[in-house]
Structures are given as C-alpha cells and as structure tokens.
C-alpha cells in the first residue's frame, strides 16, 4: 500500500488521522502522518487491517441493499452526528464502528438507496 492509498482509505472509512492512528495503527499521530506523507513505510498489518476494514464495509452494504427489497416502507438509515449519539444506541460499538457506520450510510444515500434519519 502506498501512502496516497493509505490517505485515501482512511478518508473513504471517514476516521480522523487520530483515530486511524490509536485504533488502527496502535501509535501515535505523528507516525501515521509520517506513512501518509510518505516518510515512513507502512506496516503490513496497517496495510492489511485498511483492506479488512474496506471488505467488512462492502459486505455490510451488500447485506444491507439485499434487505431493502424486504422491507415495508421507507428505507432510512440512521446518520449519527456525534461519536456519543452513535454510543446511546450501540453502547458496545467503538468509534471505528462508529465511523463505518457513517462512511455506509453516506454511500447508501448517495446512491439513492436510502434516507438520512
């Protein structure tokens, strides 16, 4: 994985650099700055672990635009505006889960699959 792709899946996952460093890269930011920018190779878990991330959130979507056809009236889906929020109602979730919950969302409603609640 080259920094430019590391970049890209943190952003297309929706985490801050702070939190793809301490839940993902298990070190500080400036270490992870240092592999966006280029200045320091990636490490093959970080590597590994983004293309995981990637893979459990397109399995997500599939089960997800599966079951709509199932349903019984609107397609909603719920965008939480806050870590704390998303936390009320997934009090088990981490912020990781968090953030591929609003990085699914944002691509289900921009391909008109659902509505933001």
Do not use: C, Q, Y
């Given at each position: 994985m080259t920094n430019l792709e590391l970049q890209a899946y943190r952003r297309f996952l929706m985490l801050k650099v702070s939190e793809a460093s301490e839940y993902i890269g298990k070190t500080?930011?400036?270490?992870?700055?240092?592999?966006?920018?280029?200045?320091?190779?990636?490490?093959?878990?970080?590597?590994?672990a983004?293309?995981?991330?990637?893979?459990?959130?397109?399995?997500?979507?599939?089960?997800i635009i599966n079951s709509i056809n199932d349903r019984v009236g609107s397609n909603t889906i719920r965008y939480f505006m806050s870590y704390p929020e998303f936390k009320?109602?997934?009090p088990d979730l981490d912020v990781l889960q968090w953030r591929l919950h609003q990085s699914?969302?944002?691509?289900?409603y921009f391909r008109g699959l659902e509505k933001l609640c």
């Open positions: 500080d930011v400036e270490t992870w700055r240092e592999w966006e920018n280029g200045s320091l190779p990636i490490p093959e878990n970080v590597a590994i983004m293309k995981e991330l990637k893979s459990f959130r397109n399995e997500k979507i599939k089960l009320k109602v997934n699914i969302a944002t691509e289900l």
